[in-house]
């Protein structure tokens, strides 16, 4: 119930209704019928499912001090004369986190970017937080496992997160990292 509950509070379980951007529900199982079902669903494996954009949110809530932000698709639309015509605005979700708790979990994924699964994940002068996966989306391991990266860049002039997965790819580290740090660099860019 404790873990359900954390979950819920950074969003699954959830009908998300921003402005900007659809968001399908990331599902978190209501009900355990066993031990195994409670270790793999702490774990994201199970009946756990979650978007790419949902863990993007998660991510930018670790680097944003445990509050996470509702997501827009525009910044800003101009006129063909230059005039600002409409600004898209940062706007608070809800705190998902304590202060410290995000501050130590940022740590360890700066941790997995420096020594641990993430390094491929790396951007020269950057501070870069993230964190790998593989979920296994067969029972008999005939398909291979789709590969996550989810992370950010730890600076507040560039306050970028990033979720990627790519579908039967592998292991995150090798397959999904990579290309976050391509991604990420195009955008500090």
């Known amino acids: 119930d404790r873990l359900r509950a954390t979950a819920e509070t950074f969003g699954f379980n959830e009908n998300f209704k921003f402005a900007d951007v659809i968001v399908y529900n990331s599902k978190f199982p209501t009900s355990m019928q066993s031990d195994a079902d409670l270790v793999w669903a702490g774990v994201g494996q199970g009946t756990v499912l979650v978007t790419p ?42 705190r998902v986190m304590a202060p410290e708790v995000a501050g130590t979990i940022a740590a360890y994924m700066r941790e997995a970017v420096t020594s641990g699964t993430a390094t491929k994940a790396a951007i020269s002068g950057y501070t870069v937080c993230g964190k790998t996966g593989s979920a296994e989306i067969s029972n008999d391991k005939t398909v291979q496992t789709n590969a996550w990266y989810a992370g950010f860049v730890y600076d507040d002039s560039h306050p970028y997160a990033i979720s990627v997965v790519i579908e039967e790819a592998g292991a995150g580290g090798s397959q999904a990292a990579p290309i976050a740090a391509k991604a990420l660099a195009k955008a500090l860019e």
Do not use: C, D, F, W
């Open 53 to 94: 954009l949902h863990m993007a949110m998660i991510a930018a809530s670790v680097a944003n001090g445990g509050v996470m932000m509702k997501p827009y698709l525009i910044r800003q639309v101009t006129s063909s004369s230059g005039a600002v015509v409409e600004t898209g605005e940062a706007e608070t979700y809800r």
